[in-house]
């Protein structure tokens, strides 16, 4: 018989070994999650990688192409266009020396060539503006924008409404460029397709945003089956214009309907200039 004082021994729970167990089914589960968990953590940052890496290639490619619409209507408008100039001025000379005593049908067609070579300048001068118009660099966005409604409503009979507000200020050159194309190309869409006549543009700075929008009482259409694919030009310029935005971390949302005008809206972070 034992003791009266004599402590118990403890006896070991079964299940408690078996938890402690490095063969036990649970600590190899345990230990998998955990692998999985490490393992989608690494390939989660080297896609947060690989995106920021694509961004940057993306945003490099767009400057490209930017400096090359600069070197081309540099081009068009110091080449094309100042050989364009002094034959037009030569042809007018020769029209000047062309006395009465000339055949007439001389001087219609000499009349006619004048017309051609100036028509030919109008139209390289507009070319190279519309590639990359001179006022965007040399005076920014508020400027360039206010050229660009004032020449749709000359030559297309377009109406834009501008309001800008904050833009005195240059902005970064890569930021003006971007919002010029915005409103170049939503101006371009509302006289292929929407039918109007009249437009409002309205650009600010909001806190550390500059927004944009862009609306119209033309025709509308279905901007969920545009952006996967259904006009082919529309949806492509609407696909350009958010892939372009997102490039600057900004976001685009289109809000239309079939006979109910459309609205554009961006916003865009903010970048002051160098």
């Not at 004048?114 to 005076?139: Q, Y």
């Not at 508020?142 to 800008?164: D, K």
């Not at 507000?165 to 003006?176: C, T, V, W, Y």
């Amino acid at each position: 018989m034992e003791a009266a004082g004599k402590p118990q021994e403890k006896t070991e729970d079964p299940g408690d070994a078996a938890l402690a167990s490095p063969t036990d089914p649970m600590h190899e589960i345990v230990d998998r999650v955990r692998h999985i968990t490490r393992e989608n953590e690494r390939l989660f940052q080297r896609l947060i990688e690989g995106e920021r890496r694509f961004r940057g290639l993306a945003k490099a490619v767009w400057k490209v192409q930017e400096d090359e619409r600069r070197r081309l209507a540099r081009e068009l408008h110091d080449g094309l266009g100042q050989t364009l100039t002094a034959l037009t001025n030569q042809l007018e000379r020769l029209q000047q020396k062309l006395g009465e005593r000339d055949a007439a049908e001389l001087a219609s067609r000499l009349a006619d060539s004048v017309e051609m070579a100036r028509l030919a300048l109008n139209e390289s001068r507009e070319l190279s503006r519309l590639l990359r118009p001179p006022v965007l660099d040399d005076l920014g966005l508020e400027a360039a924008l206010s050229w660009l409604a004032r020449t749709l409503e000359q030559r297309a009979g377009l109406r834009v409404e501008l309001t800008l507000s904050g833009l005195a200020e240059r902005l970064d050159p890569d930021l003006e460029t971007l919002v010029f194309r915005l409103v170049q190309e939503a101006l371009t869409n509302v006289l292929r397709h929407a039918g109007a006549d009249r437009v409002q543009v309205a650009v600010s700075r909001a806190g550390g945003l500059l927004e944009l929008r862009i609306s119209d009482g033309g025709r509308g259409f279905d901007p969920d089956a545009t952006l996967v694919g259904g006009e082919a030009a529309t949806g492509l310029g609407l696909r350009g214009m958010r892939d372009r935005l997102e490039l600057f971390g900004g976001r685009l949302e289109i809000v239309s309907a079939p006979g109910q005008g459309t609205l554009i809206s961006a916003a865009v972070p903010l970048l002051e200039a160098p």
